[in-house]
């Protein structure tokens, strides 16, 4: 009882799972989502919480990558300005006040 439940469970486990990810199980669950909604609907019910895991995965890795791009156009968008720059308004306004002083130091 121990050796199946220590040993033999563990290893069909992993192997399943390299299965389900690069294996034929793959392929089937692939072509098991490809399929027409009404067609082969007993497939989809017995499988129906690996296909909802696989939906989830993918969504996720979507979301990354939207995020990612997002970030990304975000980052090119507003590249950070030089602090000594006429678009800073504390430089535009120690310009003004300096040019007043020497303006209105000079009469």
Known sequence: M???????VP???RDLAKNKNKGGLNNYLEDLERSPKNARRLEKWFYTEWLERRRKVRGL???EEVNLSIAEELRRARPTPNFISLDNP???ALIF???????FSGR
């Not at 121990?2 to 033999?8: E, G, P, T």
């Not at 006040?97 to 303006?103: Q, T």
Request: aromatic content about 22%.
């Open 2 to 8: 121990s050796y199946w439940w220590f040993v033999l």
């Open 11 to 13: 290893s069909e486990r």
């Open 61 to 63: 890795k979507i979301s």
């Open 90 to 92: 504390v430089i535009i």
């Open 97 to 103: 006040s300096v040019l007043g002083v020497f303006l």
